[in-house]
């Protein structure tokens, strides 16, 4: 990882954290105890529970240091210093197409908390780096791999 920024909202930090300590005090103990378990088989050449058990140990200490350096860097964003009107991270906003009827909504977060089937995005991806710095009531080129299209920003909100 380099050494950049990691936007997110407190909520999305405070998650971060608890998943650190559920890794660490929960999830590597786990792993640890089935390894001894899994060694204690005897020949490990031939051993799938100890390599199963090996191969989730990396998988927890890469997610352990992704999540460390995210925190390391994590710059806590309030919402509420932006103005109101205004697309940032940590705010909802309510668009709809030109020609369709059916608004979108969502809520634009760092790329450490971005769920998007829970409608949060990522800042990083191609809607929210069109929206962010518009304003209610802007239409907006939004572009993205699958093409172009405008939007007209009905609502703009800080999330609680």
């Not at 005897?42 to 995210?70: F, P």
């Not at 925190?71 to 205004?86: C, G």
């Amino acid at each position: 990882m380099t050494d950049k920024v990691f936007p997110m909202t407190a909520e999305g930090k405070v998650k971060l954290e608890e998943e650190l300590e559920n890794l660490k005090l929960v999830k590597r103990p786990e792993v640890i105890e089935r390894i001894k378990i899994a060694r204690s088989y005897g020949d490990l050449s031939e051993n799938s529970e100890y390599e199963s058990a090996k191969d989730e140990q990396s998988v927890v200490e890469t997610r352990i240091k992704q999540i460390e350096e995210m925190l390391k860097f994590a710059q806590v964003v309030d919402a509420s210093t932006v103005s109101a009107d205004e697309v940032s991270v940590g705010k909802k906003v309510t668009f709809t197409e030109l020609g369709e009827d059916d608004p979108e909504e969502y809520i634009i977060v760092g790329s450490a908390e971005s769920d998007p089937l829970a409608g949060k995005i990522s800042n990083e991806s191609p809607i929210a780096q069109s929206l962010l710095g518009k304003k209610e009531g802007q239409t907006v080129t939004i572009t993205t791999p699958g093409g172009s299209f405008d939007v007209l920003i009905n609502k703009v909100e800080v999330v609680q």
